[in-house]
């Protein structure tokens, strides 16, 4: 069932649930009323009949008895009126009843013998009729009844014909609703259609750099086209950087792949070769291997981010990491100093092993880009609520022109390209200090050296880690990194 038909079919539902709950209770109270005002109609005229009529035998022991009044004299077509000694037995009626008696019903005469009157609803040939029996009192004892009826046949007429009236009504004006409702949805589905065709054509020729027409006005529909135009921004920066990542990837495996071929084939076609080339060939090949090797690794690790792939988290000694860290890397190059300053006891929530990682990458870019006889230097300072871990060395620097652009894959500033690299390090680096809820910045001076460092959120032992939340980082110590 599609949308326009179920929002009009609610929309009339509702309207004839509501009209028909007002028509029934405005046919309740029009009975109620029209009943109120045969019941007072026929008491005053009991009462009218009552006050004229006359006792006989005033005396005591004489029967005392009615003296009638006229009785058609009180009498209208639709009103019958019958009198009625104590014992209940007719003692005169009005013409109009022809043939018939009121009947008195036991109710009416038990209650009418305590002196209070009664109300009956009865059929005589065939018509309903609403009676009222009331006691005729002389001193307190009842000497007789008095019957008063009358028809409710109008009654009724006029109730059917009401009630005819109001169906028809409620009939005319839910389908009159319904219609309009029905016309009103589809203008105001309109917009959708069309949202779901361009959708749909966009969906089909694969051209995510189309976009919805932007909308008119801001209303659902116009934040539905905002948000879908915004979903395809990002699915197109995303199929985008990813496409890219593939080009990359495979021109930074043709290198390595195009030396070692190159290699192999010389070594094929000269047997003779001196052995210092072979040596040379050979050592050739194997640092492309190598690097191959690296890069393969590190685009695994990328892949392995990219599709969501994290890691478990538990309460980690920062300080202790980075005096492992510092232990290994002393050994990757002797001729530059690592140096390990100002350290102290530091708990966060993470990885030992991604720690670790993250932190060599930085401290292996110090040793990278730091000329034989300069020096790196490994820090962990806390305040505010972060633990910082800096790696700054005195090597080369960064260009203000490259520093945007460190961070993204395979970028590599045209002064380091001379270094072996994959330009993978420091995407991976701050893939895994996000993991940690954390951030790297970085400051540099070309050709004075580099400072990055690692943000990590304290975790503080006695809460738990959960309800901890990290705490903003100061935007005075921040380098715009993208
Ligand atoms: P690479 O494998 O090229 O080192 P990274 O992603 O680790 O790749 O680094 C990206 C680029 O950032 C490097 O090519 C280099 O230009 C620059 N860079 C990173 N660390 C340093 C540093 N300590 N000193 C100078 N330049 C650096």
Redesign the pocket.
């Known amino acids: 069932m599609s949308l326009r038909l179920r929002l009009t079919l609610f929309f009339a539902l509702v309207l004839a649930v509501s009209l028909l709950a007002f028509s029934a209770l405005l046919y309740v109270m029009l009975d109620h009323a029209l009943a109120l005002d045969v019941d007072s109609s026929i008491a005053s005229k009991a009462e009218d009949v009552a006050r004229t009529s006359r006792i006989r035998g005033e005396y005591p022991l004489q029967p005392r008895r009615i003296r009638l009044p006229r009785i058609d004299a009180f009498a209208a077509p639709e009103i019958y009126i019958q009198l009625l000694d104590a014992e209940g037995a007719v003692v005169d009626r009005s013409a109009n009843l022809g043939e018939h008696h009121l009947p008195l019903t036991d109710e009416a005469l038990a209650s009418g013998r305590q002196g209070q009157p009664w109300y009956d609803t009865i059929a005589l040939d065939g018509q309903p009729l609403r009676v009222y029996t009331a006691p005729l009192l002389v001193d307190d004892d009842v000497i007789g009844f008095i019957q008063v009826a009358r028809s409710l046949s109008d009654n009724e007429q006029t109730l059917a014909h009401v009630q005819r009236l109001l169906l028809i009504c409620d009939a005319l004006v839910v389908g009159g609703a319904a219609a309009i409702g029905w016309v009103l949805a589809r203008a105001g589905l309109r917009p959708l259609d069309r949202v779901v065709e361009a959708a749909r054509a966009i969906g089909h020729s694969g051209q995510l750099d189309r976009r919805l027409d932007p909308p008119r006005r801001q209303d659902e529909v116009g934040r539905l086209v905002a948000t879908f135009n915004e979903m395809l921004d990002r699915l197109e920066a995303m199929f985008n950087a990813q496409r890219r990542f593939v080009a990359d990837a495979s021109h930074e495996l043709r290198t390595p792949l195009t030396t070692i071929r190159g290699n192999v084939d010389l070594l094929r076609r000269n047997p003779t070769l001196p052995p210092e080339d072979v040596q040379e060939a050979l050592a050739d090949i194997a640092s492309e291997a190598e690097r191959m090797s690296r890069l393969v690794t590190e685009l695994l690790r990328l892949a392995r981010a990219d599709a969501g792939v994290g890691f478990a988290r538990e309460p980690v000694r920062l300080d202790t990491v980075l005096r492992d860290v510092h232990r290994q890397v002393q050994r990757h190059k002797p001729e530059t100093r690592v140096r390990l300053e100002a350290i102290a006891p530091a708990l966060v929530l993470g990885s030992r092993d991604a720690l670790q990682e993250l932190l060599l990458?930085l401290v292996d870019?110090?040793l990278?880009?730091t000329p034989p006889g300069g020096e790196v230097v490994l820090a962990l300072h806390t305040a505010d609520g972060w633990h910082r871990v800096s790696v700054s060395?005195t090597?080369?620097?960064?260009d203000p022109a490259?520093l945007p652009h460190?961070f993204e894959r395979f970028?590599?500033?045209p002064r380091?390209r001379q270094q072996g690299?994959?330009?993978?390090?420091?995407?991976i680096a701050r893939w895994l200090a996000e993991q940690h809820d954390g951030r790297i910045t970085v400051e540099?001076a070309p050709g004075k050296g580099?400072t990055?460092t690692v943000w990590l959120p304290v975790l503080d032992a006695t809460v738990p880690a959960a309800v901890a939340p990290a705490p903003p980082i100061p935007q005075e110590e921040l380098t715009p990194v993208p």
């Open positions: 990458i870019n110090g990278k880009y060395d090597g080369v620097g960064i490259d460190i970028y590599r500033a380091a690299g994959t330009g993978l390090g420091l995407a540099s580099s990055f």
